[in-house]
T-cell receptor
Framework: DGGITQSPKYLFRKEGQNVTLSCEQN?????MYWYRQDPGQGLRLIYY???????QKGDIAEGYSVSREKKESFPLTVTSAQKNPTAFYLC???????????????FGQGTRLTVV | GENVEQHPSTLSVQEGDSAVIKCTYS??????FPWYKQELGKRPQLIID?????GEKKDQRIAVTLNKTAKHFSLHITETQPEDSAVYFC????????????FGTGTRLQVML
């Protein structure tokens, strides 16, 4: 089923707490991405990574952190510094082919985070 | 960086009619333009894409056109069916890098019976 798995599906967080969202892929893809989806705002990029131990900030990185210790895994931590963390979070991966043509992005099923 | 604008935000059509969604991009270096469909409660999935060396691409009832000069690309769905109801996203990126795949804000298409 696409080979990219996010967990948990639903997550509740108290204000002031850090939480970590999991993203694992078995597609042997090089690049991985985290997007935030809010109603009417499309998919906004938080962080992305091309290779292990390297990642770059996206358009809305403040209040988030990531790591890429393994090619298969790209966890996202939502810190207490994120002012409005309630949203739907999507992880995606892309195979960076040797012919330098992007292929499609495969998405996980998403994690819905709610601050209570 | 790249900025992608998408219109309209919502679109209602009668079953059998055509639907057109339009996007513009800002970075002239962008050369890859995919379209994703997200059904309610599901993940986005690629439905068609186009590269900058092509002006039009068609796949059954779906077609995409690209005007590089105007930095404009469009999705055309003909003979719409109820199962076409979903949110559609356009995107733009530069191939060969793990560049930011920048998405538009989405269009909610509703096909009415």
């Amino acid at each position: 089923d696409g080979g990219i798995t996010q967990s948990p599906k639903y997550l509740f967080r108290k204000e002031g707490q850090n939480v970590t969202l999991s993203c694992e892929q078995n597609l042997n893809h090089d690049a991985m991405y985290w997007y935030r989806q809010d109603p009417g705002q499309g998919l906004r990029l938080i962080y992305y990574s091309q290779i292990v131990n390297d990642f770059q900030k996206g358009d809305i990185a403040e209040g988030y952190s990531v790591s890429r210790e393994k090619k298969e895994s790209f966890p996202l931590t939502v810190t207490s510094a994120q002012k409005n963390p309630t949203a739907f979070y999507l992880c995606a991966s892309v195979n960076l082919r040797s012919d330098s043509l992007n292929t499609e992005a495969f998405f996980g099923q998403g994690t819905r985070l709610t601050v209570v | 960086g790249e900025n992608v604008e998408q219109h309209p935000s919502t679109l209602s059509v009668q079953e059998g009619d055509s639907a057109v969604i339009k996007c513009t991009y800002s970075d002239s270096a962008s050369n890859y333009f995919p379209w994703y469909k997200q059904e309610l409660g599901k993940r986005p999935q690629l439905i068609i894409d186009i590269r900058s060396n092509v002006g039009e691409k068609k796949d059954q009832r779906i077609a995409v056109t690209l005007n590089k000069t105007a930095k404009h690309f469009s999705l055309h769905i003909t003979e719409t069916q109820p199962e076409d109801s979903a949110v559609y996203f356009c995107a733009a990126s530069i191939t060969g890098t793990a560049s930011k795949l920048t998405f538009g804000t989405g269009t909610r298409l509703q096909v009415m019976l």
